[in-house]
Structures are given as C-alpha cells and as structure tokens.
C-alpha cells in the first residue's frame, strides 16, 4: 500500500494546488515552470539547465516508464543528462505507480526518495500551467504535511552555472581535431554527440581560460539560470571570437555567445520547455521541430552589425540562434542534441565538425 500523505504547492501569489505525495516526504522551495513534453522526465529531471526549478509536466500521467539504471558508457552517464536530479520538485496531475519498461530499474518514485526531491500528483497541471502563461514563471515552494515550509527561492539571483559546472578538465573520447567544451551545465548527450563524431572533448569549468590551451573548435554548453550572472565565461569568449577559430553554442551558449558579441538578454514570460517547438532557418523556408529548456532568450535587435539571427521561434518570433557574418562562429538556442526530444537537428553538430 502505498501512503498518500497530502502535498502542496504553493506559488508566492498566494495560489495554492493540493495533491498527494510521491516521492520524497520533505519540502523544497524554487521557480516554478512548465514543460509540454510527453515524454522524458529522467532527462528532465537530470538536465542541469533545471537547476533550482520546480517541473510542472503537463503531460498527464508521470512515471509509467520508471527510471533506467544508472551506469555509465565512455565515462558519462548512459541514460541521464547529468550524475543527479537537478529540479527542485516535480508536479504532475497523475504518477503511475507501476511501472513498465525493459530498461527500468526502479519507480521513479524511488528514485525521488533515494535523490531527496519531492514529487508531488493529484494537481490540476492544466489550471496551474494556464496560471503560469497568464502571470509567467513565478517562484512556489512544494510542502508534504508534517513538515515546515521553507522560504521562498529565487534561482536567479545567483550564478547557478558554478553551481552545476565542473571543478577540473576532463578528457572525453579521441580524434584528431580537439573540441574544448565549456560546462555551463552540460548535457551529457552533447558529450556524446561530439565523440560520436570522432573528436577529442576536452571539457572545462565555466570559469576556465580556454584561450590559453590549444584547440581546433570551442564549444559552450547548455546550462541553468541567468546569462548576467557568468561574466567571466563572456570575457573569455570575447577573446576567442578575437581569431577565427570555430565556435558554437547550445542554449545558455547561445545566449554567452551573444553577449561577447555584445548583443543583450531578457528573461521570457514563462520560457519554452518542450519537445515541440517550432523554428525556421533564417534566410530559408526550413522549419525543424526542436527540443527546448530555457528560461531567457537573445535580443535580436541588439546584435551588432557583424552578426545576424540563425534561427527564429515560429510561435512568438524570439530568437532561436546566432551566427557571425564572416567568422565561422554559430549557436541554437534550443537543443540540437535533444535527450529528450526530437534529433532532427542533430546536423548542427555535423556543421560544426566540418568546420574545424
């Protein structure tokens, strides 16, 4: 039998879900956002860019599936973005409490107690994410009776990227060409997308001089919370995109990329998080579905003259990406590498390798 001890989520309005617990009995405190995917909560739930958020998925029904084990393959995580549970909470309006799946290991449930994050079902995620879109992305704190609500959390005023970068340099596969991959919060797929490509990684803290190590493509990853708050990563960059060697970006990559080139960024309403967000290539009629996780998005009309926008978002016209005129310097906003989510964009790292 399983307790069904009651759980609420309160937002800082004051509006208060009920529902019941599921995972850990405790209570937790973040922003709360919103994703439509229908699928991939263990890849959500390890993304990095989720730190100190609180997942509402509006998709009904939550963990059918389990979670898979957690084992490595080439030195990352096999079926995880990350080596733990980055998001603060998670909301659904229904968990599944048997699961079924040939690679599950065990409930997600489980894994939510073993990793001290509450989850919480029961809540009307429909009303909560119509709340979310009309007043946007606010901060709430998840409470399971028996325990005292903590205060209230705002991820944003702190460099969340320290927080979940590498403290030393890593090596990852081998190759030829050496890509350097700056961890703002790196997905493990992407990782695994450039060794797959026959590229040594050398992966390296968000706060590392990569301008003083030899190597023939930079690369800055995804990564959680606000683009303001990592000024040492955009001085850094602002001294490679002073030569001409390659370099690319994903989401929070996007974004420091931007800013060493001294364009501007603003934080979304509510942000895009889904599997299905559509974008169109600038210049072309080529619209691709596309895995998304971010909360601030790259004002267009501040980019210099040198550079121009690579993909817009064909649902509210933001940025989607940048690239220089000249220089072979580009980056997407949404996740080419997906886990989850759609791969048909995959090829940007095919752009990127041909390059070096």
Known sequence: MHKHLTAVLEL????????????????SAGEVVFNTAMTGYPESLTDPSYEGQILVTTYPLLGNYGVPPQREKDDVSEFYESSRIHCRAIVAQDYSWDHSHWQAERSLADWLRQEKVPGIYGVDTR?????????GSMLGRVVVEGHAAPEFYDPNHENLVAKVST?????????????????????????????????????????????????????????PGNPDMVDVTVANLRKALEGDRPVCGICMGNQLLARAAGASTYKLKYGHRSHNQPVRRVG????????????????????????EPLFINMNDGTNEGIRHRSKPFFSAQFHPEASSGPKDTEFLFDEFISML
Do not use: M
């Open 284 to 307: 072309t009629d080529n619209c691709f579905v596309t895995s998304q996780n971010h909360g601030f998005a790259v004002d267009t009309n501040s980019l210099p003259s040198d550079w």
């Open 167 to 223: 403290k030393e340099v890593e090596i990852h596969g081998a190759g030829d060409k050496t890509v350097v991959l700056v961890d703002c919060g790196v997905k493990h797929n992407i990782i695994r997308c450039l060794t797959r490509r026959g590229v040594k990684v050398v992966l390296v803290p968000w706060d590392y001089d990569f301008t003083a190590i030899p190597y023939d493509g930079l690369f800055i990853s995804n990564g």
């Open 12 to 27: 800082q309005d004051g509006t208060r879900f009920e529902g019941k617990s599921f995972g850990y009995e405790g209570a």
């Open 127 to 135: 009303a909560l994410t119509k709340h979310l879109r009309e007043h």
